[in-house]
């Protein structure tokens, strides 16, 4: 299984885009990239601010052949992006549930899960946010971004290479 990718300029999010394309194709995996997002979203309603130069990704996949629960998909989906952080960033990364990592108690990273259902096939789309070159400024959280930590830019283009292939490995893993 392989996700194909869809790339954008310009986006209200992401996740939005998966779920148009879920309801108007028949592609069942899929990476939605965007260099800018309008409304971008977080958990509970949030608004997930969104930076040019920051990584805004989306993927969908169908879930209804997972070996695995949607509680467990859901860490295993951060552990999976914590993977990535970590092959940047050598200390300690937190997992704070529901869904952030944070860097030196700073969110570095929010994912936001969804759920939906076309013709009796289940699809969960997994909204990733991470904080590449600038980091917003939150009343209730510090944040953080990889550029400020490493003290040098990184390729956003070869974190979306990596970041697909750790979930197309992982999920090759969890299909029955």
Known sequence: MKFRIFRFKKVESTN?????????????YGMIISNDQKNGRGQYGKKWISYNGNL???????????????????????????????????????FKKPNDLLINKKKICGILQEKISKLNKKYLIVGIGI????????????????????????????????????FEVKLNKLLK
């Open 16 to 28: 939005n885009s998966a779920i148009k394309i879920i309801k108007n194709s028949t592609i069942d």
């Open 56 to 94: 805004f990704v989306s993927f969908f996949y169908k879930y209804d052949n997972l070996a695995v629960s949607l509680k467990q998909i859901t860490k295993i989906n951060c552990l999976l992006v914590k993977k990535l952080l970590s092959s940047y960033y050598k200390k300690k990364i937190i």
């Open 131 to 166: 904080n590449l070159i600038k980091s917003p400024k939150l009343k209730n959280y510090s944040t953080t971004n990889l550029t400020e930590l490493l003290n040098e830019k990184v390729s956003k283009n070869k974190i979306e290479k990596q970041i697909k292939r750790i």
